[in-house]
Nanobody
Framework: QLQLVESGGGLVQPGGSLRLSCTAS???????IGWFRQAPGKEREGVSC????????NYADSVKGRFTISRDNAKRTVYLQMNSLQPEDTAIYYC??????????????????WGRGTQVTVSS
């Protein structure tokens, strides 16, 4: 079974940037990958997802124009570049995989093989 490991989280000031990485134990070519986040007391939500080839992406309205998802299948890694971070972006960020051929909506129920998450804290 595919295993995913997130990295790159940390503490950053408002307006700062971070780049998260999601690295797979096996070939990523057969999976769409999504980034999700969960803040304390809130449900897990989709942040951004990318299709198998990287040709299709989607973003939550709250991060459009600030976050960019990309993938390098040769490196078995998907990235989430986060710019102009705000305190409301504070959460644990998870990546997960969808093995379906069709690029489906970026919601948690469509994904599996969840990583353990990486904490992102935006605070002055």
């Amino acid at each position: 079974q595919l295993q995913l490991v997130e990295s790159g989280g940390g503490l950053v000031q408002p307006g700062g940037s971070l780049r998260l990485s999601c690295t797979a134990s096996g070939f990523l070519d057969y999976y769409a990958i999504g980034w999700f986040r969960q803040a304390p007391g809130k449900e897990r939500e989709g942040v951004s997802c990318i299709s198998r080839s990287g040709g299709s992406t989607n973003y939550a309205d709250s991060v459009k124009g600030r976050f960019t998802i990309s993938r390098d299948n040769a490196k078995r890694t998907v990235y989430l570049q986060m710019n102009s971070l705000q305190p409301e972006d504070t959460a644990i960020y998870y990546c997960a995989a969808d093995p379906q051929l069709l690029f489906r909506p970026c919601v948690p129920r469509n994904f599996r093989s969840w990583g353990r998450g990486t904490q992102v804290t935006v605070s002055s």
